[in-house]
């Protein structure tokens, strides 16, 4: 069961690079987000989708840009990437119905120098 | 504001100690409660608790939800090295958007 696949894992950007965090995941599930966690601090949601053409801001989506056109994907861009985008980025996807279990990917570790 | 507050932030327990942790929270329209499990990777799913007062037991670990006063205890019983990692309360709450908000975690640190 492949559940939630992020790539890449790992990453090294230049400032002012540009990059995209691919996530996909084969449950059928309607609700996806993007998180970051930083050293020693709790998950943020970057942006969120409740389903295939519905993206919507999180609480840090400022430097980031997101699209869900199948119900499948939902890539995470990163335009012109700064320090402060190192991080480590988690996607899941949870179902609509049948209560609020998280599926996380395994995370992509990405610096920014 | 829908909030989720752990406590401790960190504890260092040696092998073979009872631990609580804490999780309390506020929410305007309350769905569930999580645990997860985060070691050096993806956080790694618990407990989902819906209802007061009903235990739920996954071998050495337990929690309860009290939804009158508004928190949640993680309970690990005869800790050992590996159930070192941060552990995480989520809050699921409802309405349109049902969003998902994280605690900052407690650091679990179990010495032999």
């Known amino acids: 069961n492949a559940g939630v696949t992020q790539t890449p894992k790992f990453r090294i950007l230049k400032i002012g690079q540009s990059m995209t965090l691919q996530c996909t995941q084969d449950?059928?599930?309607?609700?996806m987000y993007w998180y970051r966690q930083d050293p020693g601090m709790g998950l943020k949601l970057i942006y969120y989708?409740?389903?295939?053409?519905?993206?919507d801001k999180g609480e840090v989506p400022n430097g980031y840009n997101v699209s869900r056109s199948t119900t499948e994907d939902f890539p995470l861009r990163l335009e012109l990437a700064a320090p402060s985008q190192t991080s480590v980025y988690f996607c899941?996807?949870?179902?609509?119905?049948?209560?609020?279990?998280?599926?996380f990917g395994e995370g992509s570790w990405l610096t920014v120098v | 504001e829908d909030k989720v507050v752990q406590s401790p932030l960190s504890l260092v327990v040696h092998e073979g100690d009872t631990v609580t942790l804490n999780c309390s929270y506020e929410?305007?329209?309350?769905?569930?409660l999580l645990w997860y499990k985060q070691e050096k990777k993806a956080p790694t799913f618990l407990f989902m608790l819906?209802?007061?007062?009903i235990e739920k037991k996954s071998g050495r670990l337990s929690s309860i939800l009290d939804k009158k006063e508004l928190f949640s205890i993680l309970n690990i019983t005869a800790t050992q090295t590996g159930d070192s990692a941060v552990y995480l309360c989520?809050?699921?709450?409802?309405?349109?958007?049902?969003?998902?908000?994280f605690g900052t975690g407690t650091l679990l640190a179990v010495q032999p």
């Open positions: 989520v809050l699921g709450a409802g309405g349109a958007t049902n969003k998902l908000i």
């Open positions: 449950m059928n599930h309607n609700y």
């Open positions: 929410v305007t329209n309350f769905r569930s």
């Open positions: 989708s409740v389903g295939a053409g519905i993206t």
């Open positions: 819906t209802s007061s007062g």
């Open positions: 899941a996807s949870r179902p609509r119905q049948g209560g609020n279990t998280i599926y």
